[in-house]
């Protein structure tokens, strides 16, 4: 099931003026989902136009602080999508995936789609060591370029996978067929001025002025 992000921000207002702080936290920046040869991790990270980034995963997890929200206007540049693998298991010394494809839409509010499916092969990986995060795949979509000259409106950005994910252990494995990764959804935002912001679940937009 595709789950929508969330990021958070915050603001301290003092004696009558808004004063913004970045709040750096601690945390994982991972999606698990657990499979038959281990978990799949997912991970977006949001680039802004002065080169910051942020992981969602991390600034998702404490969006329900008692805090208000604001940000000091920074525009969303670019939304990277990484999966990787971590394979678990007795018998086997190592483990191989056989590639797949990682794909980007974006929809507009009526469905239509506007830019994709593009799609990226990871090729095969071998000799993956067990018990430790290998990434897989790392896309990237520069949203402000794709998006930037649309109507002012909401998008939906969807990163998927498509084709069956083959994994064996090494030695003497045989090839089989994993779950593929459940995949991301975004909603941002474009406004009439063209500036770009993320939506959280409650509404609340980040990157917003």
């Given at each position: 099931?595709i ?7 915050i603001?301290i ?8 702080v ?8 991972y999606?698990?989902t657990?499979?038959v040869?281990g978990?799949?991790?997912e991970k977006?990270v949001v680039?802004?136009e002065d080169?910051t980034t942020?992981?969602l995963?991390?600034l998702?997890d404490h ?6 929200v604001k940000y000091d206007g920074k525009?969303?540049?670019t939304?990277t999508?990484q999966?990787?693998a971590v394979?678990t298991?007795?018998?086997y ?8 494809y ?21 090729g095969?990986?071998?000799g993956?060591?067990l ?6 795949v790392?896309i990237?979509i520069?949203?402000?370029a794709?998006i ?8 939906t950005?969807?990163?998927?996978t498509e084709?069956?994910?083959q994994?064996k252990g090494n ?8 779950e593929?990764?459940p ?5 941002v935002q474009?406004t009439?001025d063209n500036?770009?912001?993320l ?5 609340t ?5």
């Open positions: 099931m789950k929508k992000l969330a990021i958070l921000l603001a207002v003092a004696i009558g003026a808004v004063v913004t970045y709040a750096f936290y601690s945390g994982e920046e999606w698990e657990e499979t040869f978990k799949w991790q977006i680039e802004y080169g942020d992981s995963k991390i998702e969006e329900a602080l008692p805090l208000s525009n969303v540049k939304l999508y999966i990787y394979a298991g007795e018998g010394d190592s483990f191989d995936i056989d590639w797949f990682t794909t980007t839409t974006i929809e507009d509010s009526s469905g239509s789609i506007i830019y994709g499916p593009a799609k990226s092969s990871t095969t990986k071998t993956l060591s018990d430790n995060s290998h990434q897989l790392s990237g520069g949203i402000k794709t930037d000259d649309e109507p002012e409106g909401a998008y950005v969807i990163f998927g084709r069956d994910i994994y030695p003497g494995g045989s090839w089989q067929t994993a593929n990764p995949g991301r959804e975004i909603t474009v009439n500036f770009i912001t939506v959280l679940s409650s509404g937009q980040i990157g917003y002025e």
